[in-house]
């Protein structure tokens, strides 16, 4: 059974970075994909950023591109979520999820083709 554990959380003040990391344990398979998601506060969860680990393509959501980079380490099972210029906007919960049915492309920040999640760290924007 995968498990993901999600770290980096805090509180920056605006067009401050903060780096998330997801470290993905019981993976047996070469090829999965992890995700980004966020949910702030009374809005539904929306995808940020996807990529899979064996051939490091990634795909981000078009209102994410520019501001935020991932990347995955595959020897360590871990991906990373590099937030840069963060805006209070940003301030939500970011989740990390586990799919081996995604591909990093249009359609692949669906949070129902994800089938491991993480609990969630906070990242709070605010001056």
């Known amino acids: 059974q995968v498990q993901l554990v999600e770290s980096g959380r805090g509180l920056v003040q605006p067009g401050e970075s903060l780096t998330l990391s997801c470290v993905a344990s019981g993976v047996a398979l070469d090829y999965y994909v992890i995700a980004w998601f966020r949910q702030a506060p009374g809005k539904e969860r929306e995808g940020v950023s996807c990529?899979?680990?064996?051939?490091?393509?990634?795909f981000y959501a078009d209102s994410m591109k520019g501001r935020f980079t991932i990347s995955s380490d595959s020897h360590k099972n871990t991906v990373h979520l590099r937030l840069n210029d963060l805006k209070p906007e940003d301030t939500a919960v970011y989740y990390c999820?586990?799919?081996?049915?995604?591909?990093?492309?249009?359609?692949?920040?669906?949070?129902?083709?994800?089938?491991?999640w993480g609990q969630g760290t906070q990242v709070t924007v605010s001056s």
């Open positions: 999820a586990y799919s081996v049915n995604a591909v990093p492309a249009t359609g692949a920040l669906i949070p129902q083709i994800y089938t491991a």
């Open positions: 990529i899979s680990p064996y051939d490091e393509k990634a």
